[in-house]
């Protein structure tokens, strides 16, 4: 008698802006192109570009469905659902076993959480913990800001649950929503077995990711770039990463700063990687992260880096020869971070690449790729009981 196979969950993944360099986009790509054998995977991917831009062009997709939703802008941070995406949304999340939310976006995530509720699905959400923090924090507030905010507190009170990455987070989601259920699973770099180069005849401190004015810390970055070229003026900086608010103050900083700044709109992973093993520092001005994949990233390739007191970066660098904190959101220590590690590479180039290959050999340890899967697994196996 022949075994009758089960039929695969449904798993359905909402996200923004997919083809850019996000932290979020890279674990989707990474983790739902390998689970596509065991579960059915469709995207939702909220944008105006194509979900086969410079980011997912890199993996295999042929196996996974995705619905690209397209924006109109209606302010200068403000996008609005194109005619059609909530229709492409309500099918999508009637037709799914389990919905990760990997979204903050209202006029997205509020409507997400109505039909997930409404069509009774498993829903997590999986989004960084200031979103929830935010909502509770006792500061002046527009009459628009506290409405959304309530109506933003009403649908995480209907999401049963939380998908986290450090214990900061889990302790805010505990706090606020003491029936929900929280999976801890921290990110993982996608590269193992990396060659760790020394560095190359001039100094580049790098900068990977999507570019948004306020999470990434992008203005602050221009006055970094400004100081750190005042206190030495051989330091070089390297961007990679386009899309969001931030590609103004990028492009200013490219023009104003001809030969010391390029701007690396978008490239392969081959092409990114690359640059990443020339750089000689990663920079991360970040004003909150729930991990920081990009520092994780780097510093799989042997970068020492230097970052603001946040929660990610915190998590990651544990170690001492990982790089400098600095206090958030000191521009000016920031800066002279920079300006010290141009020193130590040029004056002891050898240590520097012995701290390189120290730097690798810790991160890739801690948070290989292989250790994570299982656990979403895991966890989608739970949530759907």
Avoid at 42 to 51: D, F, K, L, M, W
Avoid at 193 to 216: D, H, I, T, W, Y
Avoid at 334 to 353: C, N, P, T, V
């Amino acid at each position: 008698m022949q075994e009758t196979r089960r039929p695969r969950k449904k798993i359905l993944v909402l996200v923004d802006h997919l083809e850019v360099f996000g932290g979020i986009q890279r674990f989707v790509l990474e983790t739902f192109t390998r689970l596509s054998d065991r579960y059915e995977i469709s995207i939702y991917n909220v944008g105006n570009t194509e979900a086969g831009g410079s980011m997912a062009r890199n993996y295999d997709l042929s196996r996974i469905h995705i619905f690209n939703a397209g924006t109109i802008k209606i302010g200068r941070h403000l996008e609005m659902p194109a005619p059609g995406a909530f229709m492409g949304l309500k099918r999508l999340i009637r037709n799914s076993d389990i919905v990760y939310c990997l979204y903050n976006m209202p006029l997205f995530f509020l409507p997400s959480v109505h039909f997930a509720v409404k069509y009774k699905k498993k829903l997590i959400y999986g989004v960084s913990s200031e979103v929830i923090a935010n909502i509770f924090k006792d500061r002046k507030k527009g009459f628009l800001r506290k409405i959304l905010d309530r109506a933003r507190l009403r649908a995480f009170n209907r999401i049963h649950y939380f998908k986290v990455e450090n214990d900061e987070s889990d302790e805010i989601v505990k706090a606020h929503f003491r029936a929900a259920k929280t999976y801890k699973i921290e990110a993982a770099v996608p590269v193992s077995n990396v060659e760790v180069l020394n560095s190359g005849e001039k100094f580049v401190a790098l900068f990977v990711g999507r570019l948004s004015v306020q999470q990434k810390g992008l203005d602050f970055l221009k006055e970094i770039v400004e100081q750190a070229l005042k206190l030495n003026n051989n330091i070089n900086f390297e961007v990679i990463g386009s899309g969001y608010d931030g590609e103004g103050i990028i492009g200013s900083l490219a023009e104003s700063h001809k030969d010391n700044f390029n701007w690396i709109r978008h490239s392969s992973d081959d092409e990114k990687f690359a640059e990443i093993k020339k750089a000689s520092l990663f920079i991360f001005p970040s004003r909150y992260e729930e991990f920081g994949l990009a520092l994780c990233e780097a510093q799989a390739f042997g970068l020492p880096a230097v970052a603001f007191d946040i929660k990610g970066p915190r998590m990651i660098m544990r170690e001492e020869i990982q790089g400098r904190m600095i206090e958030k959101f000191n521009v000016k220590a920031f800066a002279e971070a920079i300006a010290y590690y141009y020193e130590l590479w040029k004056s002891r180039s050898a240590e520097y690449f012995e701290m390189k290959k120290k730097i690798s050999e810790t991160v890739i340890k801690r948070f290989g790729i292989e250790g994570m899967i299982p656990r979403i697994v895991d966890m989608l196996e739970d949530v759907s009981k």
